[in-house]
DNA sequence: TTTTAACCGAGACGGTACGTCCAGTCTTTTT
DNA sequence: AAAAAGACTGGACGTACCGTCTCGGTTAAAA
């Protein structure tokens, strides 16, 4: 995750293995406490026991620092099978909702993205260290819905993959939207509204096609 | 829109309305040419021909000026009849597409959100401004689509306002992950492909059901 | 003591003659409670219960203020008659050091003459307002020792004036310097060795010539 | 001459040893142009070439700095011996007038004795840095004095003291309330005047007892 | 009695400086 | 060579007053 590896110095002092861990654990605590803006990477340092030097020696900035502390949260997603295409999506979205509540991630996400629009190695960062890496679950939701049969297998890999895109950005965006844009709560009524209109869409008589979980 | 309103007082010098407008475009102005980070409350004033302390008179900061600033943009977005729901849908996925690449809504947005989330009285501004305004999209949307015959009319009051919601939240949340997160572009086809899984969903054969407009 | 005269305007609603007792009576207040330098304009004209505006059309700044607020207070000093030359003398500066040691003047006089520095119109305030109607003291205090005999008459206009210019700097000098600039304060101890020293000099012998009051 | 003192600190960037000269030198140069009132700190940190908050980790406001910056100048003052204590004295009045007329010390000492006069702490700088470091004058002068037998040997130290203390002020008081706050000139004729009064005293016939020098 | 003109309070205005905080860098000594 | 400590430049922050400028309204002499 540190910016610099350490490659093939011999000599000198060894960076301090604990001091990266310390530095992420210390700057999640910062955020829960003071919120992206009023965090420093001052007091980072303080709360990690760390120099404000090794700080930067490893991060390029605060925004490079909140990425890297942020994005190991998002691993913790999972996608237990619950015997449904239907049921492994609500799961998903209450999941990845009680991980935006958390108030590191509710404010951090958001703040990135918004400095990534100006700084495009940032938004390259957000992208690989997030984004991609959380696919994955759309990816094994499709997987073991053609498994039993709930989605046809799709053959053209492009088409698969446009489409994977796709259904990652209305999930994630409509969980985000609801819960930071609008500021409403996802609950479990929601997130089964939301499931039947992905799964059957809003047109005539979509609704009522498949009744409710 | 200003903060505290001089309202009931009679006396003293009254307020320039002038200022409020100089202001606003100053802080889209210096949106577009700094971002929302480098943006400051001192060179707004500066560019509005205006002094720091007439700002802060009138906003509590740069969030909430921000907030004003950008929400009147949003009131552009328009629902000109296509002639079909998915026509509809598309078109204004595109027009919404379209403001958020604006240099001034994108980083704007985003950065206020994020602020939003340890802020009630700016997520509040926020909801107030800028989404329940735009809800009138929906509505109008499936007005339409309710007198074409191509969704049926809704009865009860609350179910209607719930899934207006959601429809919003899918809608915006998607362009806005899209663009913001996934760093993708908004073009024609996404938005096609987008608009036939809103409609269809996503379960067994839907995406065949209706073929793409 | 007002700055600019109503002179020839004979129409119009004539000034409050109110106003400009309260305004140097909140002057004072305003020293004693803040001294010179955290007084403010606008403290002064709350405390009157005056607007700021009329103020600034009475006065030009807050040192003009200031220097009529205080010169009143000098008017307090008399010079009862004690008999005789010395006790007079000894008399006056321990007057002159109570009133220096009231908290609005000995604040607000060396903030004046610091200010008077470089503001010429300022210093003849001063010295209209202050100076030159507290050498009253010293001529009165000759006349009085002359006519005891104990000190000879001065032909010589222009020698007499000389002279009690420099009688009034030395008293007044050496009170203000002892109070203000070595902190030190003036009792009747001092004033005793000071007005020996002023009347016999340092000179051979001087000091035991005249023994103490 | 700083205020904290990063005494026992070993670690960490000493302070630049360079900038504490710089910086009284740039409050000088800045009193001269604009003067104690004008003077502003960013100011004298743009001439010094050094950020304001260095300014703010060395001295605690302008009051300290200046006192500090003014303090150096009076340690220029000499007592060349001139033969007499009545020539002594007239030689040390007209320096002293010299340096209260050159303009950084003319408005500085008078608004920081302005100023100390609610700041205990600022009282004791003064008080250290400026009037007990020229009492030396003083004790020089007469120390020649009593060598050439023109003054009598005190062997009360107390008292020795405390008459130089009253002669201190009395001498310094008279130049400054002559040249600041009469607003007069100290030339020649002033000095021997004066010299004459401080030798002779006020009595009967004292001003002729010792004829002009 | 009606002008009429200067007064009054309130408070917003453009400015300037304040003293603080933080970013990111640099310079020491210590490990 | 890296680390901890802490001083450094630079710049924005939000506040406080400055002295000025509208306002709506009042007050007394002049017409």
């Known amino acids: ?3 610099s590896d350490p490659r093939t110095s011999r000599t000198g002092r060894p960076r301090s293995t604990e001091a990266d861990a310390a530095i992420l654990e210390a700057t999640r605590a910062s955020l829960v406490d003071l919120g992206w803006s009023k965090l420093t990477m001052g007091d980072v340092a303080t709360r990690a026991g760390v120099a404000k030097t090794t700080l930067y020696r490893r991060w390029a900035g605060k925004n490079e620092l ?3 502390a942020v994005a190991v949260l998002f691993d913790e997603l999972e996608l237990p099978d619950r015997g449904s295409l239907a049921a492994d999506v609500q799961g998903v979205v209450l999941q990845f909702a009680a991980l935006l509540e ?12 918004a400095e990534s629009t100006r700084d495009e190695s940032l938004r390259m960062r957000i992208r690989d260290s997030i984004v991609e890496r959380q696919k994955r679950l759309v990816l094994e939701g499709r997987r073991r819905a053609q498994q039993r049969g709930e989605l046809p297998v799709e053959t053209d890999a492009a088409v698969a993959n446009r489409t994977a895109d796709l259904i990652f950005d209305v999930i994630a965006g409509a969980v985000v939207h609801r ?3 609008s500021a409403e709560p996802v609950d479990t009524d929601w997130a089964r509204q939301f499931t039947l209109l992905l799964l059957s869409g809003l047109g005539p008589g979509a609704m009522e ?3 409710g979980s």
Chains 1, 2, 3, 4 share one sequence.
């Open 179 to 181: 819960l930071l844009v």
């Open 66 to 68: 909140v990425v890297d």
């Open 102 to 113: 958390r108030p590191e991630t509710r404010t951090a996400l958001m703040a990135v993205v």
């Open 209 to 211: 096609r498949r009744p």
């Open 1 to 3: 995750m540190s910016d």
